[in-house]
């Protein structure tokens, strides 16, 4: 499966964005959506994985309460909702794939190029 992740820009503190990761090549709805964001000198971590139907989704504690994840299996898209953002949600985010819900980013199998969100006045 073929990700493609957009929505990044610049934002300042407090304010919102929503990304947006579209796939294609395989039925996306027998994946498991991730994601992941890598900050400037820091490894890649967790951020939210939406489950099949879209029914459920888990969050890093970091974002807990402020982002929503959600996907629309009809049109292939994962979406994450960013909202009162924080100078440390700076990073480039990822979009991945999977076979089942994980916190870990080696379960996923597929990845989109990144989009970069920077948080700052």
């Known amino acids: 499966v073929q990700l493609q992740a957009s929505g990044g820009g610049l934002v300042q503190p407090g304010g919102s964005l929503r990304l947006s990761c579209a796939a294609s090549g395989r039925t996306f709805s027998n994946y498991v959506m991730g994601w992941f964001r890598q900050g400037p000198g820091k490894e890649r971590e967790f951020v939210a994985a939406i489950n099949w139907s879209g029914s459920s989704t888990v969050y890093a504690d970091s974002v807990k309460g402020r982002f929503t994840g959600s996907r629309d299996n009809a049109k292939n898209t994962v979406y994450l909702q960013m909202n009162s953002l924080k100078p440390e949600d700076t990073a480039v985010y990822f979009c991945?794939?999977?076979?089942?819900?994980?916190?870990?980013?080696?379960?996923?199998?597929?990845w989109g190029q990144g989009t970069q969100v920077t948080v700052s006045s």
């Open positions: 991945a794939a999977g076979p089942q819900v994980s916190y870990y980013a080696g379960e996923y199998g597929y």
